[in-house]
DNA sequence: GAACCCAGTATAGCGGTGCTAGACATCCTG
DNA sequence: CAGGATGTCTAGCACCGCTATACTGGGTTC
């Protein structure tokens, strides 16, 4: 019973994979929108009824999708981080990260941040992808600075902010780079 | 033929304000979800296709409710901007009435932020009271500051961030005061 | 005053959605 | 080799946004 079912249960997570790449890789080519159960299910040729035997729906999908999302911006932000010359401009480079990800990656930021998903962020059980890209924003702070997490809170906000705004057209897209040096300028650290 | 299609034209008016109204009372008593045309149309007791005469289909319905949102937003803000006992503390208080205006009317902020909508901000032809809501942030700096645009869409930006991810439980909402303090601490105007 | 006309309304239906019950096949177990 | 469990598919439900078509009732004209 062991072999087989081994093998079968690598099958079923291979397949898991694949329906969720399936959903990403159709939303970024035609948007969410067109990322419909019928369409999912045949563009990973099996019936509907499969995806419900993975997810408990459609939400549940974009959920995975969404969590596979804050994986890959974390390492993008850790990078970013990391490849700053200097511990005074790594906020700047993370912030331009994100802002980054932002618009490479239109479709998949939406499934993180506004699409409805079935992702949990209530207390402590908080996805640790999603913790992991807050630890970014944290670590661009001192130690010692008892307030970097709410500091850590602002500049996300503000980035965020940002990346809705500039992608529905509110805000011109034009400043970026203008914006960025202020928010930098603003909420960096105190030099001790 | 004045009498009567003059009052006709009120008539059709006032349907016109009833979906509108309608729409949004449904939303904030049930979500954006339960709007749907056929209940809509049940609620102003009118069949679906009257919508339609009205509105180019449910996304201009939701637009429309969105840009009275943005009407009320701005006399939201433009009450605690001039309400401020000193000019030194308006853009605190706009920024509180902001983040309390998103948390006390959630749909009708979803509506305005993050709900497919027909409403254009490509360029010269955005609605006048979006323009009035970011006016109002851009009147707590001094006229003499040549980027308080640029400051003005950053704090937007952020007070945005801090509203959507608090909504979506990814930032505590127990920190408010002090993430306010902080942004106006730190974002305000630079005195003379 | 009667015939006409037309704006405005409703009925009924189209293609699509997320989701699921039941029939069916396929493979492991005893 | 039969029995049973596992897994898949076909078919369909209720609902969605939206619209073509039929109808009706008031206003206009002869």
């Known amino acids: 019973m062991s072999a087989t079912s081994e ?3 690598r099958d079923r997570a291979h397949r898991h994979r694949l329906i969720i790449t399936a959903a990403r890789e159709l939303a970024e080519a035609e948007g969410w929108d067109a990322v419909t159960t019928r369409r999912l299910a045949e563009r990973v040729e099996y019936s509907q009824p499969v995806l419900y035997s993975h997810f408990d729906g459609k939400d ?3 959920g995975a999708v969404a969590l596979d999302g804050f994986g890959e911006l974390a390492t993008h932000l850790r990078d970013a981080r990391q490849g700053a010359a200097e511990p005074g401009s790594a906020l700047r480079a993370v912030c331009g990260a994100y802002l980054d990800f932002a618009t490479a990656r239109p479709a998949l930021y939406q499934a993180m941040f506004t699409l409805p998903t079935d992702l949990k962020f209530a207390s402590a059980d908080t996805p ?3 913790r992991a890209c807050f630890d970014e924003f944290v670590a661009c702070y001192r130690a010692d600075n008892e307030r ?3 500091h850590a809170e ?7 902010g940002m990346a809705v705004l500039s992608a529905s057209g509110r805000i011109p897209p034009s400043w970026r780079e203008e914006r960025l040096d202020f928010l930098d300028a603003r909420l960096a650290d105190t030099p001790a």
Do not use: G
Request: aromatic share 6%.
């Open 60 to 62: 549940a999908i974009v």
């Open 128 to 130: 640790p992808p999603l």
């Open 148 to 150: 970097r997490e709410l």
């Open 154 to 160: 602002v500049v996300w906000s503000a980035l965020h």
């Open 7 to 9: 093998r079968r249960e």
